[in-house]
Each structure stands twice: as C-alpha cells, then as structure tokens.
C-alpha cells in the first residue's frame, strides 16, 4: 500500500453513489476503503428503516467513529459518508484535519431514480427529501471538489484525481 494523499471521504445524500465511487478510487490509489453506514448504531438504523430522519444527536456518535476511523487512516484511505452539514465536516476535521471531500452532487430526480432502483438499502426513499434539505455544499475554505454524479465512476474518479 502506498497512500500518495491525505484521506477522502466521499459525500452526498443517499443514492448519489458515494458507496460505489468510494471503493473504486481506494481500489485506484490502493488506500484502505470504509462505509461509514457499516458503522451506524443499530437504534440508527432502525430509526432511518422506519422512515425517520436521524436528528443531530443521533448522528454525532456516529460521526464520531467516522472520525475515528479517519484518525487512524490519516496516512490515505477513503470513507464513503453522507457529511450533509459543515459542522458534520467540521467534527470529522477534528479528527483528521487533512482530510478531503468529495461531494457527489446529483439533482432531486436523478438521485429518486436510483433509489428507486436499489434494493436492500436500510434508507427508504421517503427520506431523499429531508436529505436534500439538510445538505449544506461544500464552502470556498473546505479541502474538497464538488462533482456530478451523473458521470460514469471512471470520470468522476479521473475529475477529482486531476485537482
């Protein structure tokens, strides 16, 4: 393994592919990969199952062991994590204060439609509204690039890796 940057973690709301890109730029720099839903609490989860929206109390723990885990992987690796708010940003910089974001950013419709078509995910789709209204895009002083999530794997991967 050979890390060659300061761990990315890959964010957006529910369904705009940060799973799926996340793994596939750790396999490209050949850097460690997490799933920050891998480390939801289980009230978490059956509270998103259930159809409600996690508050910021539920999600500080959590943003906590996704810091943690960025803690240790310092040295490079990437986490796929919603990171909706700045201050959810601001508390995994705690962490890890080199850490980059790469926001995968996808219109209402688009995001819906792939929803629509995943199956087995623990996040109904009657939640992409309160997803899209706690998001908070990236800011001019933040590490990171904001890029469609309509591009295929490879060229969002290819746009972020040329920054």
Not at 13 to 24: E, L
Not at 32 to 37: E, S
Request: charged share 25%; net charge negative.
């Amino acid at each position: 393994m050979s890390p060659t940057r300061p761990p990315i973690v890959v964010m957006g709301v529910s369904g705009s592919g940060k799973s799926t890109v996340g793994a596939a730029l750790a396999r490209r720099l050949n850097v460690p990969f997490a799933d920050a839903d891998a480390l939801h609490p289980q009230t978490n989860i059956a509270k998103m199952a259930a159809g409600n929206p996690l508050d910021d109390n539920d999600r500080h723990p959590w943003l906590d062991a996704v810091g943690e885990w960025l803690a240790d992987h310092c040295d490079g690796g990437v986490m796929s994590c919603s990171a909706l708010k700045r201050t959810y940003r601001d508390q995994l910089r705690q962490y890890c204060p080199t850490v980059e974001f790469l926001h995968l950013r996808g219109s209402p419709a688009l995001i819906a439609a792939r929803q629509a078509a995943r199956t087995g995910h623990f996040m109904p789709a009657s939640l992409l509204k309160s997803q899209f209204e706690t998001l908070e895009p990236l800011e001019p002083d933040e590490r990171g690039r904001t890029i469609d999530a309509d591009n295929s794997v490879d060229m969002i991967i290819g746009e972020y890796l040329r920054s």
